[in-house]
């Protein structure tokens, strides 16, 4: 039912808790200016040869600015966190995002469009979890963005990289 290659199927009550994780995470937004409060936590599960631990979560939440654009959403902060941590170092295998939840209290909140597009860079088919009405969400990110934007790779154009210089190439030479 959910990304043929994450691996093993995460059931139902992994989802419910990857859901309270991010309700939970929502303690530390910083959202002064709408006081619309969004936690999310994210699921990334390694291949079982990594040397990562199964099961990894990162937590994110939405940080506002007085410059309203400059606002960051908690799916992207998780995100960012996983990447700077070095997930996409290791050998993780395909699709290592499987899951994300987001919670904005009594409120459905589902990923924007900005993060949509953001995540599905890395996860085309992640699982979104939400909760509406008291009851656990899922979608598939594919459902929500059936046509994200891309882009060729550099390596998938088989085009040679221009060689690297020093900036100060001139001044080194000297
Ligand atoms: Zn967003």
Redesign the pocket.
């Known amino acids: 039912m959910f990304g043929k290659k994450a691996g093993k199927t995460p059931d139902f009550k992994k989802l419910e808790d990857l859901y309270y994780a991010a309700e939970d995470a929502r303690k530390n937004a910083y959202a002064p200016y709408s006081d619309f409060r969004v936690g999310a936590a994210l699921l990334v599960r390694p291949n079982e040869d990594s040397v990562l631990p199964i099961n990894k979560m990162y937590t994110g939440v ?1 940080i506002e600015n007085a410059s309203y654009s400059a606002t960051l ?4 902060v998780a995100f960012a966190k996983a990447i700077s941590d070095g997930i996409l170092n290791y050998d993780i295998g395909e699709n290592p995002f499987v899951a994300i939840a987001v919670s904005a209290g009594d409120e459905e909140a589902l ?6 597009q ?1 995540m599905s860079e890395f996860a085309p088919e992640i699982i979104v979890v939400t909760k509406a009405d008291n009851e656990i969400r899922i979608r598939n990110l594919k459902q929500l963005l059936p046509e994200s934007f891309k882009l060729e790779k550099e390596d998938e154009i088989e085009e040679k990289a221009p060689e690297y210089k020093p900036f100060f190439e001139s001044e080194i030479d000297k």
Do not use: H, K, Q, S
């Open positions: 939405n959403c908690a799916e992207r990923p924007c469009g900005t993060c949509r953001f």
